[in-house]
């Protein structure tokens, strides 16, 4: 994805000529047609191996050479992996080679997970969207991307292939900070499954970034549902505003039984400013990333209690 990464390391020179790389580093290729082969060469590599599968964030990263591997394994040949699937409970298995745009056409993802495909709307620009995959985005961890917050939101899980078999993470567990997860070396994502919203959910969600197709410098998301005149549950995710997307118990726990007025719409976002770290850069300032997350948190909130209260009737 275009953008500025201020997290990323310095780029890498030429010790000769100082000037920047603009080309990737020579590498070697694989392209497996089954999980076990690609874990195996993971593996034996070592970790001087990487997976790319879109490549609209691996592909810049070996072009400024801020990564340098031996080999790419190409996972595109793996049958199976490019599913959207009803998993018969009112939720959705998602593989992990779902092109964003996959996610953004889906009939079946509006219908059951409408936040879900406003949110993926404002991923990059159609290009990007065309290539980039759903299990390369989590896998990648950006802060200032929509998919790791929405994973987060809507209670996902990520199942995970290793040489020695699977293992099912929450996503609530999977992201260790700004572009680091609990993948080990030899890991890939393979599905992302996403279970039922409570009946009658009604959801929000707000994004700001300069221009369209930029990164955002911030965006709130957020479900509720309603009973009687209370809120029976409610869930609140933010990214762009801390050094990974994340749910915000307090701000849950403020609107949780209680009636979404002013005055708790005021206490859910306060939870929310104190809850996050951002970072000056230059696109914006803490103090102003901050003020911004309130505000888009208090949009989301009021969207979701509509949605809510129209499917309460």
């Given at each position: 994805?275009?953008?500025?990464?201020?997290?990323?390391?310095?780029?890498?020179?030429?010790?000769?000529?100082?000037?920047?790389?603009?080309?990737?580093?020579a590498f070697?290729?694989?392209?497996?047609?089954?999980?076990?082969?690609?874990?195996?060469?993971?593996?034996?590599?070592?970790?001087?191996?990487?997976?790319?599968?879109?490549?609209?964030?691996?592909?810049?990263?070996?072009?400024?050479?801020?990564?340098?591997?031996?080999?790419?394994?190409?996972?595109?040949?793996?049958?199976?992996?490019?599913?959207?699937?009803?998993?018969?409970?009112?939720?959705?298995?998602i593989g992990?080679?779902?092109?964003?745009?996959?996610?953004?056409?889906?009939?079946?993802?509006?219908?059951?997970?409408?936040?879900?495909?406003?949110?993926?709307?404002?991923?990059?620009?159609?290009?990007?969207?065309?290539?980039?995959?759903?299990?390369?985005?989590?896998?990648?961890?950006?802060?200032?991307?929509?998919?790791p917050m929405?994973?987060?939101?809507?209670?996902?899980?990520?199942?995970?292939?290793?040489?020695?078999?699977?293992?099912?993470?929450?996503?609530?567990?999977?992201?260790?900070?700004?572009?680091?997860?609990?993948?080990?070396?030899?890991?890939?994502?393979?599905?992302?499954?996403?279970?039922?919203?409570?009946?009658?959910?009604?959801?929000?969600?707000?994004?700001?970034?300069?221009?369209?197709?930029?990164?955002?410098?911030?965006?709130?998301?957020?479900?509720?549902?309603?009973?009687?005149?209370?809120?029976?549950?409610?869930?609140?995710?933010?990214?762009?505003?801390?050094?990974?997307?994340?749910?915000?118990?307090?701000?849950?726990?403020?609107?949780?039984?209680?009636?979404?007025?002013?005055?708790?719409?005021?206490?859910?976002?306060?939870?929310?400013?104190?809850?996050?770290?951002?970072?000056?850069?230059?696109?914006?300032?803490?103090?102003?990333?901050?003020?911004?997350?309130?505000?888009?948190?208090?949009?989301?909130?009021?969207?979701?209690?509509?949605?809510?209260?129209?499917?309460?009737?």
């Open positions: 994805m275009p953008g500025h990464k201020p997290w990323l390391p310095a780029l890498a020179t030429d010790d000769k000529s100082s000037r920047l790389y603009m080309k990737p580093p070697g290729y694989e392209a497996p047609t089954s999980i076990e082969q690609a874990t195996a060469l993971l593996s034996m590599h070592d970790g001087d191996a990487r997976i790319i599968a879109g490549g609209q964030s691996l592909v810049p990263m070996l072009n400024f050479r801020l990564l340098v591997p031996s080999v790419l394994v190409d996972i595109n040949r793996i049958a199976g992996l490019d599913e959207i699937r009803d998993d018969g409970k009112g939720g959705l298995t992990a080679l779902v092109r964003h745009f996959q996610l953004e056409a889906s009939e079946l993802v509006a219908a059951r997970f409408p936040i879900l495909t406003e949110a993926v709307r404002h991923i990059a620009h159609l290009a990007i969207r065309n290539r980039g995959t759903i299990g390369g985005s989590l896998s990648h961890a950006d802060p200032a991307a929509e998919l929405m994973v987060q939101l809507l209670n996902g899980a990520l199942t995970i292939a290793g040489p020695d078999g699977t293992r099912t993470v929450a996503a609530r567990d999977f992201f260790d900070g700004a572009l680091t997860t609990v993948l080990d070396d030899a890991e890939i994502v393979t599905e992302i499954a996403l279970p039922a919203l409570p009946a009658g959910a009604g959801w929000g969600f707000k994004e700001v970034a300069r221009r369209a197709g930029d990164f955002a410098m911030a965006a709130a998301a957020v479900t509720l549902t309603q009973k009687d005149t209370l809120i029976e549950e409610a869930r609140v995710a933010v990214m762009g505003v801390h050094d990974q997307a994340i749910r915000v118990p307090g701000a849950e726990a403020m609107l949780q039984g209680a009636v979404a007025d002013n005055g708790t719409i005021t206490a859910a976002i306060a939870a929310v400013r104190e809850a996050v770290d951002p970072d000056d850069d230059l696109h914006a300032t803490a103090e102003f990333r901050r003020h911004l997350i309130g505000v888009l948190v208090g949009r989301a909130i009021h969207d979701a209690w509509h949605r809510a209260a129209v499917a309460h009737t």
